[in-house]
């Protein structure tokens, strides 16, 4: 099959929007393959999300710029727009524990995703072998508190050089800066190990231990500038009992962190996300 | 606000439905609150489940009609319509167990869905009294081997007298004929107390206790001549170990049983579900 | 079969508890149905229910006041003794909504707890009626903000006056004083309708909504004078996504709420809670 | 902290069996860490799993086998002991998928779990590279229709040569001979992708799809010469939904496989798995 195009839009509602651009698609001779769209009645602001074939002959690049223009002049509204074949370049950031980086390198490496490694940013060492038998490059920067400006700045030059469309933090455990967030120039998606709002911050299993909670959580978000504070476009949680002490959460909270974040990074990487008002519409 | 047109489409996909769909409640002036699809590749069958508000001053019955007209004639495609605020007639066929009906019962007097209930069928007399206090008219009717044929009869008789449009059976522990169901002229929706197709037929939870699982389940289904083989509208489990005779087995199941069903049910309310070569399509 | 006699123990681990404990009861004949234990390594704290059956013969009161002797005096450990078919009596404290009510109310009348409810306070008139209907006991205090000293007296007199032994509040809409708490000389469980320590206080739905949280959650407790902080019996969640406005939230909600609260319910009076350091130890 | 001793046993009740065991350990000078029991009622057998610290000074292996000759004359039960230091050998086979294959082998080199690989027997080429790279022995033996007795034969010598006491099928496509199982000489675990017993056999994805269920499941078991009969570990599930074709499911599978058949294997390895009657008791 060839390639389809993929559009996300968002914009103030208004009638026949629907119509407007199914009727487009239409013209085009395009057959649309998904289409789903939410309205959120308060903001009365339109979301939609929709993949259309084009005809065979189409060129997709000219027929996507095409449409990104009918919807921002037309129809007035934002637009993100992707064609299914695309293979955005990710960059990982890591730190010493390794179960959502090697989680996250098998599947690209199963071909579950269309995406590819540009590499890995560490602020250890620990790392560096194994990304060797991945032939994954690797780039150590210490990070540390006298460093941290100086480093940060290597890490965006080496993002740019690279050409990341995703900076993945597979349990990165530094703090980026707002003057960082600001220049990356993609998208951020982090782990967090609880089940957000509860226990943001510094060792959450301890924290939920204390607590004495029932379920332990994972939350993958965008990140912004407010810590552990950015949309979230996924969570689960998982049982646990009195039974467990703080390194048995951590254990169990492992393969949580790996399904949580996979599967945020699937749908974004599958242009099912939008992020508004800091929150997401997840089309799934 | 006023009532909203929700539409269930289903046929041989073709370029343009969408827009063609869409073009015409634009064309009137409505504003589509909803629209999901699906599309069956393999099948080349397109699903829509769409909803719209018309105009206020529109005919909310006679836009429905024409539409209805519309989709049968021009797009070739099966259609069933229905109003938001249409309150459709339930009957519930129950035998002894009680907790699937006060569940069902107790939502419907909440107000958490738009239904009403014309009365309860029943083989045997226990839930007779609870039906009084609850202003439930209550039919018994035995349903014996020799009566059955007679008896179903009268279950038909009754049904058509107070316009049911949806008959559960709310543990109704017995087979409904093949005739009944040609008859009945509405869908009639079970709660099976296995996750099928596992422990079809008798006692479920003492066969699920023989096997030994790790999880029980719930199935709520469409019914058709064929024994626990409908269409699946809904399922769910929970876990169980070796610690949980058939006893326990059954007083867990029942939570579950009362969750599955009403979600089902919740979902057939809301027009969400279709059924389609004996699997459903459910617009959640 | 004879009723069983039930142990709760707990107190600084030492060797032999579990030998001494196991021997005193083989020595009077009595056969060990259950018995399920933790340590607690950090605090070198041990804990253990233990549930056996003794001697035909034996005088059951009799023999529990001789077992809770040996353990306060020979282990030196704390002890809660009960025989299997006690029946507490439970006191119900509501508002208007009713769903966990009608969930519990039904839960005793279909013999799945060994338990009898004693009545119902409520600052409301709403469930005055249905408790009429289900023969039981309806007392109204308003508890404004000038009579709640006074009616907080009355709520106490009244659960002393019918010996109340545990309180379950269902959904109250008002905060017990650490006066309460202090006087109410019974457990108090309460359900909070969000994944605590997430959202406590008031409107969690409409905190959750906001934060755009992937599940929702509920969480049953004692209560202690720290609102929302006591420790925590049982926690569950449920999925929910941006299609979800706070009506939504408060809808889906309660069917968690009325699971978690029943669950925890079940637990303490099977006589399966410890409360411990504000956690608790559920064996189950 | 030193090795601790772990017993499982089972055989039929008697009282005073608690006191027996906890009186042996107590004598010994040993503390007991951790003991749950379970009591099968309707056949009259007691379960237990006990964790005792012996005195420091005690040789482990010499304290074992005075416990297991106590438990097999004394008492006239069944018994397994191992130390909470023991490293059992596993071997593992496999086939082209290589999902639970990776999922495995970076458990055990995380230190998740206290065992040892010894290889990798395989009946395609696919995983060699691989194994090389994670530094494990590998064997190709194809088992065709005309060589599957010879091939067997020396499987069974490759596992009795480097002394496997444990063979996990992480997805290994073929099906092993009663002769096999009845001289292996040590548990085999297997993954089958569906919630059995629904969809026994081949491509149960495939029949899931088709039967149109709500949930898949995948479920971890002891072999036996009865295909995919044998006594159930664990199991878990997914939603999926009409959206899924059964390649989505393939997909979603992976992951439930992968975390139900570690989950198993771990329980395994902590001695928590008692099989009887095809059937487990996991003390969890």
Redesign the interface.
Known sequence: MNSSIIALLHGP?R?????????W??RK???????????D??ENVF?QRIEWEPLEKSDRKEESAEFENFVLHELGMNIRIALSDDRPKIALMVSKA??CF?DLV?RVK?G?WNAEFIGVISNHHDLCKTCE?YGLPFRHLPVSAETKSEDEAKQLGWLRKHGAELVILARYMQILSPRFLEQVGCPVINIHHS?????AGAKPYHQAHK?????I?ATAHYVTKDLDEG???????TRV???H?PKDLI?KGR?LEK?VL?TAVRRHLQNRVLDYQ?????F?
């Open positions: 509602d009638p026949g929007i629907v119509a407007k651009v199914a009727g698609i239409h001779g395009g057959n649309v393959l998904h289409a789903d769209q939410h309205l009645l308060q979301f390794d179960h090697h098998l199963a579950e038998t089940f957000l709002p509860s226990f607590r004495g909670v029932k379920l959580g949309p979230i476009i996924e969570q689960d949680v009992s009195h039974r002490g254990e393969d399904l996979s800091n929150k997401t519409v997840v799934d």
